[in-house]
């Protein structure tokens, strides 16, 4: 064996660690379990009418409110969740974890549950919907429900990236900008935000991406309306009902939200500094 490829069996040996070798069967189990069902779902595409489906009306309805959507609740998630980083970075240890707990709920509680939740906050019924229903508006089952859904969920994405890149950078340099006299706006302008940017970046790319993939809310507190408030995952859900759009267009979206998923997880991965390449 020649010194150079010694050197790389010891690298190789070094990065594997000593971790028992049984354990890949139960890894590649797990691999299995995540890819296969992917690849069940990419076999099933009728491709000779994938364009056909695609851009069929309801295909481009569903699709076009979905994007149209999360864009305007990425954007409230924007300006919501970078004060709200803010605050939870720069709070005590004890506060920020009580800030942090908060954020995090929607992360972990079913989204069935946010919808009923939400539903009972803006139902005509509820304190809140009662007073918005006196100046005539009415949110539950309307466009608005969606984008108010799907902020409620992608909201905690957006903070919980942005609040660990903010603390990753520390307040070294802010105070050495105060120091030379920047205000507040401008630290935060270009110190701040220039710094987070990885971070921010990627907070708002997985932001939009569950915010188009929202389900369980959206169901429950805007309804399943074409055109109003049926996005694409409630199109394929309907299609697998039985109703709305066919099931090829059913497949055809499914691929398309994989697709976006995949693009996602290769953007934010681009954005990350220390993402090895």
Do not use: K
């Not at 069996?9 to 890949?24: D, K, N, S, T, Y």
């Not at 149209?68 to 506060?95: E, F, M, N």
């Not at 229903?133 to 466009?143: K, S």
């Not at 903070?159 to 340099?173: D, I, K, N």
Request: net charge positive; hydrophobic share 60%; glycine share 10%.
């Amino acid at each position: 064996m020649t010194v150079t490829a010694a050197r790389d069996v010891r690298a190789h040996e070094e990065r594997a660690g000593f971790v028992p070798r049984v354990l890949a069967v139960p890894a590649v189990i797990g691999l299995a379990l995540l890819v296969l069902p992917l690849a069940a779902l990419v076999l099933r595409v009728e491709w000779s009418t994938l364009w056909s489906d695609v851009t069929s009306p309801q295909a481009l309805s569903a699709l076009g409110l979905s994007l149209a959507t999360g864009a305007v609740a990425t954007t409230v998630c924007v300006v919501l969740g970078v004060p709200l980083a803010l605050l939870i970075a720069r709070s005590t240890v004890r506060t920020a974890a009580v800030l942090r707990a908060f954020v995090t709920v929607p992360l972990v509680l079913p989204p069935m549950v946010g919808g009923v939740a939400m539903l009972f906050l803006f139902g005509r019924t509820s304190w809140l919907g009662g007073i918005l229903a006196e100046w005539g508006i009415r949110i539950p089952f309307t466009t608005t429900a969606v984008v108010l859904a799907q902020t409620f969920v992608a909201l905690p994405f957006l903070v919980l990236a942005l609040e660990g890149a903010l603390r990753s950078t520390g307040t070294g340099f802010e105070q050495a900008a105060a120091g030379l006299g920047a205000g507040r706006w401008t630290i935060l302008a270009r110190v701040t935000l220039p710094l987070a940017a990885p971070g921010l970046v990627a907070g708002i790319v997985l932001c939009f991406a569950r915010a188009i993939g929202e389900f369980g809310a959206t169901a429950l507190f805007a309804g399943n309306a074409p055109g109003v408030t049926q996005t694409m995952p409630l199109a394929i859900y309907t299609a697998f009902n039985g109703a709305g759009v066919s099931q090829g267009t059913a497949v055809a979206l499914s691929l398309l939200l994989l697709v976006t998923a995949v693009g996602v997880l290769l953007l934010v991965r681009a954005w990350r500094a220390e993402a090895p390449r």
